[in-house]
């Protein structure tokens, strides 16, 4: 039994400056297109990067105040 796997292959230009950039990602077992690949590919977004960013927002700031107001001047009811 035999397999043949056939790949396409393009030739793209870039700049020399991006080459080595994507040289420098290269690892010595990689191809370029493996660095391509990776650069490239969706990622899920790391949620991490996103907390604390409204952390001083004036929106935020402002609705944490008038929750607090609206905390406060609420009345509890006995039953």
Do not use: W
Not at 31 to 57: A, C
Not at 68 to 73: A, G, Q, T
Request: glycine share 2%; with cysteine; proline share 1%.
């Amino acid at each position: 039994m035999h397999t043949q796997i056939i790949m396409a292959t393009k030739t793209i230009s870039i700049r020399e400056d991006v080459y080595n950039i994507l040289a420098s990602l290269k690892k010595e077992n990689e191809s370029f297109s493996d660095v391509i690949y990776k650069l490239t590919k969706k990622r899920k977004p790391n949620l991490r990067y996103y907390f604390g960013g409204l952390k001083e927002s004036k929106a935020i700031i402002e609705i944490k105040e008038d929750c607090k107001k609206i905390r406060e001047s609420a009345r509890l009811r006995t039953i």
